[in-house]
């Protein structure tokens, strides 16, 4: 089972910041937090992660809050584009994998 | 630099047939990943190779899958006997380092397999 918990869906308005938020209460000292999404009939694009510090890219920010339980992927101008199902994930520790569980995710509608 | 490369982007094939599916990972990354994606499911994690190390086969879910990855490079997925449960879109992925947390998988735009 996934670590994480997301809203089913949310909507944006086109231009303004989209905020996605993510609970991952059970998360470990060393796991760090993913985000990728994915846009229709593509495969998952990686976004950005974090451990414990804020982080920023050219395509989004992250916040993740000081206890490490919940963070939130911000996208600063939505556009259409960003249409997506976002998925937080929880790099799971431990054995060879190194794998991503990936959950339902987010289903992001930006809006004009 | 170029991403992930799978092909076919398309298959259909027969109930009962057998078949491949190819996964060119990024170059240099030495990790790659089989995942699948049933209409509207989220991803399920198939097999996971790393360098010359045994893979780690526990997402497969029967044993008429398999997969090798020749030369820490070419990854084939092979499907026997296919069955229409099977369709699905089959997603390789490949990162830079051994289970390393800080190190991000890539994914191809996946194989979309229908058995009829």
């Known amino acids: 089972d996934a670590k994480t918990t997301q809203p089913t869906s949310m909507d944006c308005a086109e231009g303004r910041a989209a905020n996605l938020p993510c609970n991952h209460s059970?998360?470990?000292?060393?796991?760090?937090v993913y985000w990728y999404r994915q846009i229709h009939s593509q495969g998952p694009q990686y976004i950005i992660h974090?451990?414990?510090n804020n982080e920023t890219n050219e395509m989004a920010s992250l916040i993740i809050t000081e206890d490490r339980k919940s963070s939130t992927l911000i996208l600063p101008h939505a556009t259409l584009r960003d249409t997506a199902v976002y998925y937080c994930i929880v790099r799971v520790d431990g054995g060879s994998q190194g794998n991503l569980i990936f959950g339902k995710g987010t289903k992001l509608s930006v809006k004009p | 630099g170029a991403g992930v490369s799978q092909s076919p982007s398309n298959k259909v094939t027969e109930k009962g047939k057998d078949v491949e599916l190819r996964c060119d990972p990024i170059?240099?990354?030495?990790?790659l990943y089989w995942y699948r994606q049933s209409l509207g499911q989220g991803l399920e994690f198939l097999i996971y190779?790393?360098?010359?190390?045994?893979?780690?086969k526990s997402g497969l879910p029967s044993d008429r899958f398999s997969a090798e990855r020749t030369g820490g490079s070419v990854s084939t997925l092979t499907i026997q006997r296919t069955q229409q449960e099977d369709s699905a879109v089959y997603l390789c992925?490949?990162?830079?380092?051994?289970?390393?947390?800080?190190?991000?998988?890539?994914f191809g735009n996946g194989t979309r397999l229908t058995v009829t």
């Open positions: 190779f790393q360098g010359n190390s045994a893979p780690d």
């Open positions: 974090g451990l414990k």
């Open positions: 170059s240099g990354h030495t990790a």
């Open positions: 059970t998360i470990s000292g060393n796991e760090y």
């Open positions: 992925a490949s990162s830079l380092l051994q289970s390393s947390y800080n190190s991000p998988l890539h």
